[in-house]
Structures are given as C-alpha cells and as structure tokens.
C-alpha cells in the first residue's frame, strides 16, 4: 500500500547510504495545515532548511493525500494571468545541523485522506533508513501571558524518552491529526516517536512568533542530541518583541488583561511548586482572552507581531 505513495529519488538514496549515522537516526516533521499556534512548526520547518543545504530523498504523491476542495492552494493572478502557484508538496529531504550530523526532514502539506497509508508508508522510510527517533513540533494556544517563560508539552512513547516534568495537562478529547496519529501508531508497533507541543499566549496564535520556534528547537536538542541553527529566528524575535510592546502599550485594558494573566499564570505555578493540586490547566482563553482578541481584531491594519 505505502509503497505506491512514495517515490524514492536515487541520488537522494545513494546519498543517504553514504552519509547516514552509524547508529540510528533522527527523522524531525513539520506538516502545514495541523494546528500551529504562533506558526510554531512552520518556523522550526524555515529554519532547519535555510540553514542546511537540503538533498531530497524521498517524495509523497500528494495528489493520493489531498482534498484540494477542502483545503484550496493559493494562486496568484496579476493583472491578466496567473503568476504563482503554491504547489502542495510532501517530502523527505537530507539536511544537517550545526555539527555537521545528518538528520531526515519529511515537510509540506499534512494529508487530508488515507491517514493510514500515509502512516504505513512513513514507516516505511523509517524502516529502510534505519530512523530510530521520529520528531516533531508545533505551537499549541494558551490563556498565559507573553511575559513569562514559555512553557512546553511533550509527549509521545517510549516514556523514558521524554522530560521528567509535570504535565499542565488531564486527560481530554482532542480531534486527531495525522501528526497525533503517526505518533500513536509508531507507540503501538513500539517505535520511538516523540512530539513537541510550545504553549504559545493565545492572543499572539495567529501570528507569527519566532520565540515559540526557538523554544521549540531547545527542547528538540534536549531529546534528540541534535546541535540546531536559530540564528535566523533572531531578528524575527526581536521585531515580534517590538509589535507586541508597541500594541499593549497603546491601550490599557490590553495591560489590564496581560497583567491579569500574569497573576493567574503565577498562582498556578505557586501552586504547583507548593506541592498543591491543581483544578486544572491555566485559565481558558475564553475566560480572560475575549477582549485582547477583539483588540487584535481591531489592529488588522496594523503589522502583526512577528509578520
């Protein structure tokens, strides 16, 4: 079944066999269209191919995995034509990082249908480059405020694999995802697969906020052992730092709500500290995040933070 989805590139194979680690290796995801808070993934996904001069190895028929009515490709037309297209694609490339390391990037459009065979023929790559660690990350919203460190979930199996952390999290009903299910299937045939969840304020979600993707990149170095570039998410921070400052300055209840998360976000972590059960995760973002979001509603004419 996977293997009809999947077409293999020689030189990208050949290339593979020669440069590929001793041991195991690592293979990192990032998928448009799954939830990304702060377009956490897309960032890390920017980063790891600018900064690495990428040798396709393998490539995914989209045309199999894509519902194109659903999820329509932009196109752009000027004037009297059409100039560009924002081609779907998904595909495994050989990148490095700092030290020089060899790792497996699969990116590009997550699939809309046949979730499994997409997962078989993933496994498949797995298998036939001798991956040991499948890794992803993206941006999850949270009712906490921009002025505190932000906070990271990661899950996936083995258990042994990930942080020794508490969790902000129960047990709730999510709808699922390739990325998720790609996660538990690999759990389920006892392959490693591990994903990265930054906890990104709700109110900067549908912006850009390269902060997320730097922490994002720290806490795939911490499980994977890989050294990672994010001297390109620098600048981008700054200038998201900026954006930010500028817009809560110029209002007062923007300040009143950011301050308002701040001291429920310290009262959780008191909490938590003190050995103290919680009630649960931080506050919604429904119960705090109403008005900011219409205050950012408001600024569309404005240059979102990080853009």
Known sequence: MSSALVNWDPDGVEEWERVAPADSAVLMHSLRGFIDAGKTGALVAGQVVEASDPVRLATFDIDQLLDYRSRRP??????????????????????????????????????????????????????RTHVGLTLGAHGIPMAAPHTRPLGVTVHGTPQELLPDAASFFGTAAVPASAQNLLEYRFGQWGLAAINVAVHVPHYLAQSSYPQAAKRAIRAIEDISGLLLDTDGLEDEAARAEEEIARQSGESEEVQALVTALEEQYDAFMERREDGIESAGPLPSAEELGAEFERFLQQQRGDTPPGA
């Open 74 to 127: 932009e196109m752009t037309f000027s004037v009297n034509e059409f100039t560009d297209y924002d081609e779907p694609h998904l595909q495994v490339d050989i990148v490095r990082d700092l030290e020089d390391t060899p790792f497996l990037f699969l990116h590009g459009f997550e699939p809309d249908i046949r979730w499994e065979a997409y997962i078989a023929a993933v496994r498949e790559i797995v298998d």
